[in-house]
């Protein structure tokens, strides 16, 4: 993929959350539903679309408490993983954190997810700490990684 490529992004609405959602039970053993992203835009996380042209390659959703940025959700369709979108996603959500004043980014993600540790070990995470059975497993749970970025 080019680096000229142009990338638009624009706040997360309501009308996509079909679209979202669809794409995270792709994604995801136990995606977001629905709810839960309507959830997220009510509650005023920082939820972005990503469009290649018009059509929509990607989303993300970031929470900040105070002067911490923490990344709830990364995504980019299946089809278009492995191009560079990922990259370009995490650049901007990691731009809009410090312009919101973040100092610190942290995020949470499964030890068995290669291609997002990947991911964020090339965009500067690191890691800081384990929780035990955090997540939902096919059997059991599995533990989250911590993660953290100083921006
Ligand atoms: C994680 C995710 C967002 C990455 O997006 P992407 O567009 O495929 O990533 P990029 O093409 O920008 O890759 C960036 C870097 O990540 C790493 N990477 C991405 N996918 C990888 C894979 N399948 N295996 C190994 N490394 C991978 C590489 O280091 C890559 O850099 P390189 O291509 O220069 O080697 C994407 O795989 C995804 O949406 N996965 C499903 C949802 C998910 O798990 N989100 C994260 C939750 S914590």
């Not at 410090?98 to 991911?119: D, I, K, M």
Request: aromatic share 10%.
């Amino acid at each position: 993929m080019s680096e000229a490529m142009a990338f638009r992004f624009a706040p997360m609405q309501e009308r996509e959350l079909g679209w979202v959602a669809e794409q995270d039970r792709q994604l995801y053993p136990f995606p977001w539903s629905a709810g839960n992203f309507e959830d997220s835009l009510r509650a005023g996380h920082s939820a972005w679309t990503m469009f290649d042209g018009c059509e929509p390659v990607g989303y993300g959703v970031l929470m900040m408490v105070l002067d911490e940025a923490h990344l709830l959700n990364i995504s980019v369709v299946a089809s278009r993983q492995r191009g560079g979108l990922g990259r370009h996603l995490l650049d901007h959500l990691t731009g809009v954190a410090r312009q919101a004043g973040a100092t610190q980014f942290f995020l949470e993600v499964r030890p068995s997810n290669t291609a997002a540790l990947a991911l964020y070990a090339r965009a500067g995470f690191a890691l800081i700490g384990r929780r035990k059975g955090y997540y939902p497993a096919v059997e059991g749970r599995e533990d989250a990684l911590v993660m953290r970025a100083e921006l």
